[in-house]
């Protein structure tokens, strides 16, 4: 973003915890190690952003410190649209950990690159029009490879859902994934994530559309491997994850997956390939 031009987008609740987003962290961790660590040409310079931080920007030093397990040099870009925001985090700036005014027009300076933006609790707060151009917007700053993980939790991070876009050799993101996310701390019910669903999504749990389908089944999957939740919820939450995917769903099964809480649906649109 030049040096003057206005931040696209608006200043929302800033409202954000501690650990609020540690298993997306962890997720982050875990999904795409490969893609953290690069440090091919292209990437030598390629910027973790946490785009929208809020009021205090714990969360962003919270990834930061789960990222640089992986890559201990890595760039770590916090930005927000709400100048007083910015200013408040003026003292968690440090070596490769910046904070800054801006938008969805990320404020990049000459040579930096984008690996990887999360976008948590942001565009929950915008209407779902606006969704496309946003995304369009970012796509264009990252780069081939890149993943965006934009998604909504509850307050305490206990339920959280979000889109895994990757962005692809030509302009654009596919929709890789979508994730589903439970500390287990709350109980296990797929009706919960319907209330935190990413904003593309949340107004669709509708008769008709694939992700009301998939509630369906994912509901009926549940109720089928009830007997399992006598060994506790995570046994059961893999269990009802293994019943959706003999339905059909493209689910990643590997129980460091299930056993933790998360529901990883793969390629959900069938974008993948197209
Ligand atoms: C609810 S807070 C989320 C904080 C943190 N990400 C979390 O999940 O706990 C949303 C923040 O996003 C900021 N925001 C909204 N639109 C933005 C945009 N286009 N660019 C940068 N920040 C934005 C708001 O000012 C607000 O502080």
Do not use: C
């Amino acid at each position: 973003m030049a040096r003057r031009e206005k931040p696209q987008g608006k200043a929302t609740r800033g409202k954000t915890a501690n650990n609020r987003l540690r298993r997306v962290d962890r997720f982050l961790h875990g999904y795409d190690p490969a893609l953290i660590k690069r440090v091919d040409d292209a990437y030598a310079q390629a910027l973790f952003v946490d785009l929208g931080y809020g009021r205090t920007p714990v969360t962003t030093l919270e990834s930061a410190r789960w990222l640089r397990r992986l890559h201990p040099g890595l760039g770590v870009l916090g930005v927000e649209i709400d100048a007083e925001r910015v200013a408040a985090a003026e003292s968690a700036r440090g070596p490769g950990t910046d904070f800054r005014l801006g938008g969805f027009n990320l404020p990049l300076r000459p040579g930096e690159t984008v690996r990887l933006v999360r976008a948590f609790n942001v565009l929950r707060q915008y209407d779902e029009a606006e969704v496309a151009g946003a995304l369009e917007l970012l796509a264009g700053q990252m780069l081939p490879g890149s993943l965006l993980l934009e998604g909504t939790s509850d307050p305490y991070g206990r339920y959280w859902s979000a889109n895994v876009y990757r962005r692809g050799q030509k302009a654009g993101f596919i929709t890789e994934a979508l994730v589903f996310g439970t500390s287990f701390r709350a109980g296990f019910d797929p009706v919960a994530f319907q209330a935190i669903l990413p904003k593309n999504l949340i107004h669709r749990v509708v008769p008709g559309e694939p992700i009301h389908a998939f509630f369906e089944a994912w509901k009926r999957s549940v109720a089928h491997t009830a007997a399992h939740s006598t060994w506790g919820q995570r046994q059961h939450f893999t269990a009802a994850g293994e019943a959706l995917a003999r339905e059909g769903y493209r689910l990643n099964t590997r129980r460091r997956w299930l056993g933790r809480g998360y529901l990883i649906w793969q390629d959900p649109w069938g974008e993948a390939g197209s």
